[in-house]
């Protein structure tokens, strides 16, 4: 599947890392199932949850030092995504995409379908897609 770039950006305290250990697998075994090649898993965590042990070139851990303080005074999630988009840490270039997961989202084929159908049609810089709570 060919598409923009797409960095599935995880955000989580660290607090509950099996959880967020299974769903880096899940996330992998979907996009790897879609034959989508150029996207990242990108874990942004408060505490380590050794994700370099995956030796995944796919999967990226992110730790944001406790003494981070964002110049706009952004705090818990926001203050993580915060990092992540300054120049000193941004991994990614201006036309890349990201997704926003929390660590309990489960993506599905559908869902990464949609990303990836949006994305490719570029009439829009941001979207939002359904969210349902179990």
């Known amino acids: 599947m060919t598409a923009p770039f797409i960095c599935f950006r995880v955000v989580t305290r660290g607090d509950y890392r099996q959880l967020v250990h299974n769903n880096v697998r899940k996330h992998l075994k979907v996009c790897s199932a879609l034959g989508l090649r150029n996207y990242i898993i990108e874990v942004v965590t408060e505490k380590g949850l050794g994700l370099d042990n995956y030796n995944h070139p796919k999967v990226i851990e992110t730790i944001i030092p406790i003494e981070y303080e964002p110049k706009n005074g952004a705090i818990f999630k926001a203050r993580a995504l915060e990092y992540c988009l300054e120049d000193s840490h941004n991994r990614l270039a201006d036309n890349d995409w990201i997704v926003h997961l929390d660590e309990?989202?489960?993506?599905?084929?559908?869902?990464?379908?949609?990303?990836v159908n949006f994305v490719c049609l570029g009439t829009h810089d941001f979207g939002q897609g359904l969210i349902t709570y179990a």
């Open 104 to 115: 309990e989202t489960v993506m599905t084929e559908a869902s990464v379908c949609g990303i």
